[in-house]
């Protein structure tokens, strides 16, 4: 037998173009756009590229452990960096699956925040009632997903303490947003709980523009922008993962510190 039979006799090798259009599913869904880590890799390197859905099992399985391991690296009391009113960005950038000029248009007067899910008090908020809170402000960055960051200056009701007047089980794994605009989103409750997330009401000393997410926006600078929903009307709390716009299509869910 001749070293060309044993060539055309050996397993086909794979070649990256033959692939590319799962690769290219492949890089959208990582965390930063960018690589998996050590441990994805050695997991898609057991992967057949040709099956579409051993490539998504493999990504769900890494992103789902990478949850877990930034679950047990948060601490309730490391604070995201503060900064200094006149290193606030200004402008600051908008931000959202649609362009500016598709924001919602919602009217305060008549605008209720809905509560569901583990609590004991579930009547609707009005932007009143949630103004009569104690309220908190802070100068925080919010860092995007596609690269770029921004400092902002945000005031309004910490979450903690929101969840505590309607009488929310604390205990439970999951607080759900939904959100005008049609975006959703959810925190693990540490996260929910953290000194600095908070139902943001205000963007300098001014009520909320429409562009950053009039009447309410949940601000949280321990997690990566897109876990901040704009035009919040829901807020629930339950023990069932309530997944997110983006999360749902592939980015890593807890995405904090």
Same mark, same amino acid.
């Given at each position: ?20 259009? /799962? ?23 057991? *992967? ?16 789902? @452990? ?7 690296? #948060? ?5 995201? !960096? ?8 200004? &402008? ?18 008549? @605008?209720? $925040? ?9 009547? !609707? @908020? ?7 809170? !104690? ?12 690269? @770029? ?18 009488? /929310?089980? $604390? ?7 939904? *959100? ?14 953290? &000194? ?10 001014? &009520?909320? !523009? ?13 997690? $990566?922008? #897109? ?26 869910? #807890?995405?904090?510190?």
């Amino acid at each position: 037998m001749s070293d060309k039979d044993d060539v055309s006799r050996a397993p086909e090798k794979i070649r990256l173009a033959d692939h590319r259009t /799962a690769l290219v599913k492949v890089e959208r869904r990582l965390v930063l756009r960018s690589a998996l880590s050590l441990g994805a890799l050695s997991m898609l390197a057991g *992967c057949d590229l040709q099956d579409n859905d051993s490539v998504d099992k493999a990504l769900w399985a890494m992103s789902r @452990w990478n949850d877990r391991v930034q679950a047990l690296l #948060f601490r309730g009391d490391k604070l995201a !960096p503060t900064y200094a009113a006149s290193q606030v960005t200004n &402008p600051f950038p908008f931000n959202a699956f649609y362009d500016e000029f598709n924001a919602p248009d919602i009217d305060g007067a008549d @605008w209720q $925040l809905e509560v569901s899910g583990l609590v004991g008090d579930k009547r !609707p @908020w009005t932007l009143e009632r949630l103004r009569a809170l !104690p309220q908190q402000g802070q100068i925080t960055r919010h860092i995007c997903i596609e690269g @770029w960051s921004a400092i902002g200056q945000w005031s309004g009701v910490p979450l903690k303490r929101f969840l505590q007047a309607v009488g /929310a089980d $604390l205990s439970a794994k999951y607080v759900g947003f939904k *959100c005008a605009d049609r975006y959703y989103s959810s925190l693990d409750m540490p996260s929910a709980l953290h &000194p600095q997330t908070i139902l943001a009401l205000d963007f300098g000393k001014e &009520p909320l !523009p429409t562009s950053y997410g009039y009447p309410l926006k949940v601000r949280v600078p321990t997690k $990566l922008g #897109f876990k901040n929903p704009k035009h919040v009307v829901a807020i629930y709390v339950s023990n069932q993962n309530p997944g997110g716009y983006w999360e749902d299509q592939g980015y890593n869910w #807890f995405s904090g510190i």
